[in-house]
Nanobody
Framework: QVQLVESGGGLVQAGGSLRLSCAASGRTFSSYAMGWFRQAPGKQREFVAAISWRGSSTIYADSVKGRFTISRDNAKNTVYLQMNSLKPEDTAVYYC??????????????????WGQGTQVTVSS
């Protein structure tokens, strides 16, 4: 079992930056692949980024590639999402998620086992 708590959301103008954090407690953090998802009002939750157990490999949704960076610090049990050049369409509740299993390469929310409560990101135009 692992507990996830996101922080760092807020209101920012278009073109600005935010860094989200997700602190984990419970089982060994480095045994989980981690992901970020987001859900905008009236829309389904969508994949944003994922990172492998030691952080050596990452993947991104096309919509955020080149603007967002996922990273992790296993010594601090924390995963980050650095968001630059934010756009109004990035407005959503952002969730971090943890995945057990042999593959870290997962895009679908049902492939993740644990979820945080979410943090709101609002980008004004």
């Amino acid at each position: 079992q692992v507990q996830l708590v996101e922080s760092g959301g807020g209101l920012v103008q278009a073109g600005g930056s935010l860094r989200l954090s997700c602190a984990a407690s419970g089982r060994t953090f480095s045994s989980y692949a981690m992901g970020w998802f987001r859900q905008a009002p009236g829309k389904q939750r969508e994949f944003v980024a994922a990172i492998s157990w030691r952080g050596s490999s990452t993947i991104y949704a096309d919509s955020v590639k080149g603007r967002f960076t996922i990273s992790r610090d296993n010594a601090k049990n924390t995963v980050y999402l650095q968001m630059n050049s934010l756009k109004p369409e990035d407005t959503a509740v952002y969730y971090c998620a943890a995945r057990t299993g042999s593959s870290w390469h997962a895009f679908r929310d049902y492939e993740y086992d644990y979820w945080g409560q979410g943090t709101q990101v609002t980008v004004s135009s």
